[in-house]
């Protein structure tokens, strides 16, 4: 089960890296879009996220809900937002600011917020 958690982690972490990387890459002047880094990114860390807690909740450890749930609405709001400009040709800028910041949330509450399992 530890394997298959590491594993887990190891793609959730290339999901929100390409997430993150898909939004950065258009930072500066310059119309902004939702590349397929982007919709990759968020479709593998929002399945591999579940799939992680479903692991930690199959194991002994207690798993810290509150913080799960928080990760799963901003990622929720996110996977909405990337899905629904997924076709228009370009996306305001404020829209894309609003998906960095998102994005870089989940990081803080995932790293900042105490361990998600004991
Ligand atoms: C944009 C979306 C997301 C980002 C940026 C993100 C970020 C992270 C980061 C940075 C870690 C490593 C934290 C650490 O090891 O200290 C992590 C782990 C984890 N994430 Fe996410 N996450 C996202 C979405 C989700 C979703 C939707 C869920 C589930 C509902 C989820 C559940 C988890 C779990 C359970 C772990 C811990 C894995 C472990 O240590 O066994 N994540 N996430």
Redesign the pocket.
């Known amino acids: 089960m530890e394997t298959l ?2 594993v ?2 190891i793609l ?2 290339l ?2 890296a390409a ?2 990387g898909g939004l950065l890459v258009q930072m500066g002047p310059g119309d902004k879009k939702v590349n397929s880094a982007m919709r990759d ?2 479709g593998v ?2 399945l ?3 799939a ?2 479903g ?2 909740e199959a194991g002994d450890g207690s ?1 810290n809900h509150a913080k ?2 928080v ?2 609405v ?3 709001v ?1 996977l909405v937002l990337v899905m629904a400009n997924l076709r228009k040709e370009k996306i305001p800028a404020g829209l894309w600011a609003g998906m960095l910041v ?3 949330a ?2 803080g ?3 900042l917020w105490s ?3 004991s």
Do not use: Q, S
């Open positions: 958690r590491l887990l982690l959730h972490i999901g929100y997430l993150i990114g968020i860390a929002f591999t996220g579940l992680l807690v692991v930690l798993v799960v749930a990760k799963l901003i990622a929720l996110l998102l994005a870089i989940n990081v509450v995932a790293v361990p998600i399992h």
